[in-house]
């Protein structure tokens, strides 16, 4: 009798092990495994909890400087609609730390209340909802900024045999996006991001009317092919329970016609543009101050009624002054531009998205431009307020 | 999983990452080898001993091992019912020994002087005697009365130059060395040996391997050296001899019950076992299949367990005292890709339970067995390093009795182990909760406690090899034969 319990249990755990195990690789090839997933909450939930235990021993960290945003951290409603400009940054350092951050934060005297991050559409397991950065952001006092970009061809053709091969993927891709192609990753992605529950921005597919950059572009796709794109991939989210996301629209206004790639107010919560000056290092820019930059079109921006955000905000250090780009560009931004809402730094070393060689973005060791930048936010950043009450 | 292994973006620092890989994939490759073998698992046929055969049974005896053990091996040799002539093979010039032979009816040979330890009697008894077929019985092991019968009938087919049957032990209840010692042979003599055979590799074991006179003698007499049994079975199978390996018990003897005596026992084995690999392999290359060629790799890299335990200790440590990493894959990631191998390997690993000699003492997780293979990697290290020197060590019979061991002696590699994670944890949580700046402290949580998990484990099977160690230092008051009963063995 004992020993037929014994093989009944050996024969229940073979068995199991094997359709657990065969399982298990079948819902992986489909999505991102469900044995990460849990992992991946599980881990994140564990970084909370030593957070916490940390604030034990040294009390609540940067967040104290970031009070002034308690009312607006967990609701939606108040960040499509915040009173002043709500500051922020990228840094290179992410996703590893956000130790940059705060260091230029320290540079410039001020605590963000956002902190941007750039997700690409894909199969890897980076690729799927950031659960461990948002909460990490999150759990330091800041709103997390996601620019996510559809790249379709990190897709692999042995899991996902519907979708076109990766040479063809890119060709009226946003067509295919509309019509639920990728609606495996989307609805994944989207589920993760209603767990998360905490308000996010998501700044989807920026620069979509940039015919030199992105796939997503209009070399390969229509404006009307892009916003219907947008549509669905906001109807999914709907759908799926993520109403905490903040959907960022974010055109490049150096190039015509953007204004007709938007998806319309029901979609749309922010308009976003990037400020960045590259001066003469490439051929197709020289000088340009903030004002001809953004400021040129701030008013095509501010005439859709949404909140504005200056989603890449920077300026290298060779062709002209520096210093005086930083301070024109922030002295006054609030009477100006008073429908600028959103402030991102983009605090990058050894850039080489754009051009050919490496630039360096970052401020942190350039003293004239933080001598120019720290009285300017004084006047107008919410976070240096609290600090001088 | 190759595929996800070798991806670029995992390796951060290339020459860590060649070590682990090393480690990873020796890993895999033993679990994938080890169902190799089981895919050929194969049972021979029953069948009957005819009679007339002329057998002898051949026990060795060294100076200093225990008489008392000896009346009980010989009078139980004296009860095998197959007829057959036992031989003591004796250098103890110790005149009780010859007595005790005189008493249960075996022939006394004086062997004094001969180079090559037990396998240098073994040759020159060759010489003096003239039966067809010699049990080579080591002086702990009691064989049952059927032992012969069970075993002559495979010899009718005249290739077959040795029948290797099982190995069993009756101390193995004395203490928990003896019990892990004992529980790790049970996959080895069970389908692990019956796959063997069904690659035609059948190993001898030095103890219970019934020999073909006419076979010994083409190639020269019984091997010689640390891992004589295993140099004496690849010499007969690149001889082109069949061997047969019979899955049942057929005698009882001791396994080591102290963890000095343990740890000896396996640094001589495996330092027996390198000397196979490197020396007597390469000869055999060329008349040996391949899948004894694959069988005989698989035993002679056993040991190599020893370098890759070192590898998966050390760099826990190395990440969380310096950062250094060697693959910079997520710890999710890693759990998620392995948990698939290791859900199918524990699966076989109960599956084949189903062979086991004696199913309701062995079946179970053996996980005494488990810790005791893991506190040897030291051991394992030291012979491996050793038969890379060429260092030479004594050919000493195993203890038949337990030694008393000094427990930092035997403990020292475990302890150290323990102290070393108990410092490395107080340091982590530490700096975690006073120095780590906060900004990265959320996004390193999963690598660092990963790390720290991943240096948890051997830490947890480390503690049982420290009780075996304690228990060593205390001897039993009685010798493990005492309780043995001779006229009530086997039959079972």
Redesign the interface.
């Known amino acids: 009798m004992r020993t037929r319990n014994r093989l009944m249990l050996i024969v229940i755990v073979i068995g199991g092990a094997l359709i657990g195990s065969l399982a298990l690789t079948t819902i992986s090839s489909s999505s991102e495994g469900p044995v990460t997933g849990a992992m991946d909450r599980l881990g994140s939930a564990f970084g909370s909890f030593e957070h916490a235990m940390r604030g034990r021993f040294q009390g609540p960290g940067r967040s104290a400087g970031l009070k002034w945003f308690d009312g607006y951290r967990n609701s939606v409603e108040r960040l499509k609609r915040p009173d002043g400009v709500l500051l922020g940054a990228f840094d290179s350092g992410i996703p590893g730390t956000l130790d940059g951050v705060v260091a230029l934060e320290h540079s410039i005297g001020t605590t963000f209340p956002l902190v941007q991050i750039y997700m690409a559409w894909g199969d890897r397991p980076d690729e799927d909802f950031p659960v461990g950065l948002a909460t990490a952001i999150s759990d330091v006092g800041s709103v997390p900024v996601v620019t996510w970009e559809p790249w379709l061809s990190d897709f692999a053709n042995d899991k996902h045999p519907q979708i076109p091969l990766r040479d063809q993927r890119d060709r009226h891709g946003m067509a295919a996006v509309a019509s639920g192609e990728y609606d495996f990753y989307i609805d994944v992605w989207a589920l993760g991001a209603a767990r998360f529950g905490k308000p996010i921005f998501v700044r989807f597919g920026h620069e979509m009317n940039d015919p030199y950059r992105y796939p997503w572009g209009p070399q390969n796709n229509t404006n009307i092919e892009f916003i219907a794109a947008w549509k669905h991939v906001v109807d999914r989210f709907r759908r799926d329970g993520a109403n905490n996301v903040l959907w960022v629209w974010s055109p490049h206004v150096a190039y015509r016609y953007w204004e007709t790639y938007y998806p319309g107010n029901d979609y749309v919560d922010w308009v976003a543009t990037g400020a960045l000056n590259f001066g003469p290092i490439a051929q197709w820019s020289s000088w340009w101050s903030f004002q001809e930059i953004f400021g040129q079109k701030y008013p095509a921006l501010a005439s859709f009624g949404k909140p504005v955000m200056v989603a890449e905000f920077g300026s290298l250090a060779v062709g002209g002054n520096r210093a005086t780009w930083y301070r024109d560009a922030l002295d006054n931004i609030t009477s100006k531009y008073p429908q600028v809402h959103a402030l991102l730094f983009f605090n990058v070393k050894n850039d080489q998205t754009v051009t050919y060689q490496k630039v360096d973005w970052k401020i942190d060791g350039d003293s004239a431009v933080l001598r120019a930048i720290r009285p300017a936010l004084s006047r107008w950043a919410p976070s240096n307020q609290q600090a001088v009450r | 999983m190759a595929d996800w292994w070798f991806r670029a973006s995992h390796v951060s620092q290339p020459f860590l990452f060649a070590l682990l890989s090393l480690a990873f994939w020796y890993g895999i490759s033993r679990v994938v080898l080890g169902w190799i073998n089981y895919a050929a698992m194969a049972k021979p046929v029953d069948r009957e001993a005819p009679t007339g055969y002329r057998v002898a049974i051949f026990l060795t005896s060294t100076p200093g091992e225990p008489l008392s053990m000896f009346e009980k091996t010989l009078d139980a040799c004296n009860r095998v019912s197959y007829p057959h002539a036992t031989y003591l093979l004796d250098d103890t010039r110790d005149e009780r020994f010859a007595e005790l032979s005189r008493r249960f009816g075996a022939t006394h040979l004086e062997l004094i002087g001969l180079p090559g330890a037990k396998a240098g009697k073994i040759n020159h008894a060759l010489e003096l005697t003239s039966e067809e077929f010699v049990l080579v019985l080591d002086p702990d092991h009691i064989p049952f009365p059927e032992f012969f019968d069970r075993v002559l009938g495979h010899f009718d087919d005249s290739e077959v130059g040795f029948v290797q049957v099982a190995q069993a032990y009756y101390n193995q209840s004395r203490s928990f060395t003896a019990r892990g010692a004992a529980e790790q042979t049970y996959a080895f003599y069970g389908p692990g040996q019956m796959g063997l055979h069904g690659h035609g590799a059948a190993v001898v074991i030095g103890a219970n391997c019934t020999f073909r006179r006419a076979a010994l003698i083409s190639i020269g007499g019984h091997g010689v050296g640390l891992a004589e049994d295993l140099v004496t079975a690849i010499r007969l199978h690149a001889a082109g001899w069949k061997s047969v390996y019979v899955p049942e018990v057929l005698s009882r003897g001791l396994v080591p019950e102290d963890l000095g005596s343990f740890f000896r026992q396996q640094l001589k084995w495996s330092r027996g076992v390198y000397e196979v690999v490197f020396a007597e392999l390469p000869r055999a290359i060329s008349s040996l299949r391949w899948r004894q060629l694959l069988s005989y790799l698989t035993i002679g890299t056993y040991y190599f367990f020893g370098v890759t335990t070192l590898i998966y200790l050390v760099f826990p440590y190395l990440y969380l005292w310096t950062g250094y990493q060697p693959a910079s894959m997520?710890?999710?990631?890693f759990?998620?890709e392995t948990?698939?191998v290791a859900?199918?390997g524990?699966?076989i690993y109960?599956?084949v339970?189903?062979w086991l000699c004696d199913?309701?003492t062995e079946?179970?997780v053996n996980w005494r067995g488990i810790t005791l293979k893991l506190a040897c990697w030291p051991v394992f290290l030291a012979g491996t390093m050793l038969a890379i020197v060429r260092a030479e060590i004594p050919y000493l019979p195993t203890a038949k009795q337990a030694v008393k061991g000094r427990f930092l002696k035997l403990a020292w590699p475990s302890l150290l182990l323990i102290a070393v994670y108990l410092v490395t944890v107080a340091h982590v949580i530490g700096s975690?909760?006073?120095s780590?700046?906060?900004?990265?402290?959320?996004?390193?949580?999963?690598a660092v406690?990963g790390m720290l998990a991943f240096a948890t484990l051997p830490v947890l099977i480390a503690c049982p090899a420290v009780y075996a160690a304690w228990q060593s230092r205390l001897v039993p008051s009685t010798a493990p034969w005492d309780s043995v009963d001779v006229s009530s063995i086997g039959g079972q």
Request: glycine share 6%; charged share 25%; net charge neutral.
């Open positions: 997520r710890f999710t990631e759990i998620g948990a698939p859900a199918i524990l699966a109960f599956y339970q189903r199913r309701s079946t179970g975690r909760m006073l780590t700046p906060e900004a990265s402290l959320e996004l390193s949580s999963e406690w």
